[in-house]
C-alpha cells in the first residue's frame, strides 16, 4: 500500500447523499484509477486518468465523477445517482496506462449506504 | 477482448505442501499477465508480472507463476506453502496496446495448520 493513502477507511452514506473519496500518491506516476470491488465479482474500473486534467470512464462509470486537477490526486464522488453504492473502492497509480506498467494499490474504503 | 479466468474459487492446502492457484486468458494479441493478493479489508499487493522472455516468473515472498502460451494459461505456484498465504489471489491480464487491466474473480487460498 506504500505510497497511496485513501481516506476515509469508512465511510456511510445516506440515501441520497453525495459523498468524495479521497486518493492521493507520491509515486510521481501519471496514471491513476478507481476500480470497485463486490465480493466474487473481482475489481471493476470506474474511471482512470492518464494525466492532469483528462480523465475516461471505465466499465462502470454510470453514477460516480472524478477529477484530476493535481497529479497526486484523484478523488471520487459517488453521487446519489448510483443506485447500489455499497462497496469497497479501491484507487490505483500507474507509471503509464500501458502494456507492462503495474498498477500499484491504496488501502481502500469501504462504503456503506445506510 | 480481454479476459482473464480464474476456475476456482476456493483452494485448500496444508501447510508445507505445495500450492497451486490457477489463471487462464484470452487476448488476440500479446498479454501482459499479473497476479496479485489481498489480505481482509486491505488493498492489493503485487506479487509478479510476465512481460516477455522467461517463462518462468520469480515474485515476492517466494511466489513464482508459469507462462504458458499454448495453454494460455498463467498458474500461481508456490512450493511450500504458509498459514500466512491464506489471502485472496486476483490474476490480471492487459493485452499489448489496451489501457485496461482485467481482473479475474478471485480465488480464496486457505493454508491449514
Known amino acids: 500500500d506504500g505510497g497511496i493513502t485513501q481516506s476515509p477507511k469508512y465511510l456511510f452514506r445516506k440515501e441520497g447523499q453525495n459523498v468524495t473519496l479521497s486518493c492521493e500518491q507520491n509515486?510521481?506516476?501519471?496514471?491513476m484509477y478507481w476500480y470497485r470491488q463486490d465480493p466474487g465479482q473481482g475489481l471493476r474500473l470506474i474511471y482512470y486518468s492518464q494525466i492532469v486534467n483528462d480523465f475516461q470512464k471505465g466499465d462502470i462509470a454510470e453514477g460516480y465523477s472524478v477529477s484530476r486537477e493535481k497529479k497526486e490526486s484523484f478523488p471520487l464522488t459517488v453521487t446519489s445517482a448510483q443506485k447500489n453504492p455499497t462497496a469497497f473502492y479501491l484507487c490505483?497509480?500507474?507509471?503509464?496506462?500501458?502494456?507492462?506498467?503495474?498498477?500499484?494499490f491504496g488501502p481502500g474504503t469501504r462504503l456503506t449506504v445506510l | 477482448a480481454q479476459s482473464v479466468a480464474q476456475p476456482e474459487d476456493q483452494v485448500n492446502v496444508a501447510e508445507g505442501n505445495p500450492l497451486t492457484v490457477k489463471c487462464t486468458y484470452s487476448?488476440?494479441?500479446?498479454?501482459?499477465l499479473f497476479w496479485y493478493v489481498q489480505y481482509p479489508n486491505r488493498g492489493l499487493q503485487f506479487l509478479l508480472k510476465y512481460i516477455t522472455g522467461d517463462n518462468l516468473v520469480k515474485g515476492s515472498y517466494g511466489f513464482e507463476a508459469e507462462f504458458n502460451k499454448s495453454q494460455t494459461s498463467f498458474h500461481l505456484k508456490k512450493p511450500s506453502a504458509l498459514v500466512s498465504d491464506s489471502a485472496l489471489y486476483f490474476c490480471?491480464?492487459?493485452?499489448?496496446?489496451?489501457?485496461?487491466?482485467?481482473f479475474g474473480s478471485g480465488t480464496q487460498l486457505t493454508v491449514l495448520p
Open positions: 490505483a497509480s500507474s507509471i503509464l496506462t500501458g502494456g507492462r506498467d503495474t498498477q500499484y
Open positions: 509515486l510521481n506516476h501519471d496514471a
Open positions: 490480471a491480464v492487459r493485452e499489448g496496446s489496451a489501457r485496461q487491466l482485467t
Open positions: 487476448v488476440s494479441g500479446n498479454p501482459y
